[in-house]
């Protein structure tokens, strides 16, 4: 079983930025493709920015060029720096890994389906304001 937990979120200012970090611990016996998904209230679930096992990364349009993803493999451990923070990032964030490459979605320049992932974490709140 792998245990993914998720810290770093809270409240800040249009413009501002947070940290958001995510550990995987527990029986890991497979490198780890992991993501950031987000979901606000009345919407659906939407992946933010994933990374497979070969290190390559996919962001979400909305966030390309303000979110930064990033990875130390040796712990299983993903960050999202999220600076220029907008009203519209308002959300839940869910950080969420699989075992293996998770099928070829990030190669292709896609981002993955929610149900790519079977290991997620409770969730983190960010609350931009204006």
């Known amino acids: 079983q792998v245990h993914v937990a998720e810290s770093g979120g809270g409240s800040v200012q249009a413009g501002g930025s947070l940290r958001l970090s995510c550990a995987a611990s527990g029986s890991i016996y497979r490198r780890q493709s992991m993501a950031w998904f987000r979901q606000a209230p009345g919407k659906e679930r939407e992946a933010v920015a994933a990374?497979?096992?070969?290190?390559?990364?996919i962001y979400r349009d909305a966030v390309k060029g303000r979110f930064t993803l990033s990875k130390d493999a040796a712990e299983n451990t993903l960050y999202l720096q999220m600076d220029n923070l907008k009203t519209e990032d308002t959300a839940m964030y869910y950080c969420a890994s699989t075992d293996g490459n998770g099928g070829s979605w990030v190669a292709m320049g896609l981002l993955p389906p929610a149900n790519n992932y079977y290991y997620w974490g409770q969730g983190t709140q960010v609350t931009v304001s204006s």
């Open positions: 990374i497979d096992t070969d290190g390559r990364i």
